[in-house]
């Protein structure tokens, strides 16, 4: 059974670097082929698609983001992270990582528990 747990610093602040690390269990980040995804949802609105980083180690960020994203993996740990820097309020939210098999939101099959990542000062 593959399982995926969000870890992080639960506030940062304005101006830093928000850093997430998705832990999976159950199988390989590389062996088969997904797309580890970031997804978060800030209060009030729907969930939004951040990008993932595929098992071959591709990576696509929604354009709005990519400025600011950037998403790895450790193969080693498997693990995969995500940064997004030079954060403000509005980078508030519940953030979840997930696998997927389609490079958009996928059904709530995969994903982790979410975790909140606050931006205050």
């Known amino acids: 059974q593959v399982q995926l747990q969000e870890s992080g610093p639960g506030l940062v602040k304005p101006s830093q670097t928000l850093s997430l690390t998705c832990t999976v269990s159950?199988?390989?980040?590389?062996?088969?082929?997904?797309?580890w995804t970031w997804i978060r949802q800030a209060p009030g609105r729907g969930l939004e698609w951040i990008g993932y980083?595929?098992?071959?180690?591709?990576?696509y960020y929604t354009p709005s983001l990519k400025s600011r994203t950037s998403i790895s993996m450790d193969m080693s740990k498997n693990q995969f992270t995500l940064q997004l820097s030079s954060v403000t309020s509005e980078d508030t939210a519940v953030y979840y990582c997930?696998?997927?098999?389609?490079?958009?939101?996928?059904?709530?099959?995969?994903w982790g528990p979410g975790t909140q990542v606050t931006v205050s000062s």
């Open positions: 980083i595929s098992s071959s180690g591709y990576t």
């Open positions: 997930a696998r997927s098999p389609i490079a958009a939101i996928p059904a709530r099959n995969y």
């Open positions: 159950g199988g390989s980040i590389t062996t088969n082929y997904y797309y």
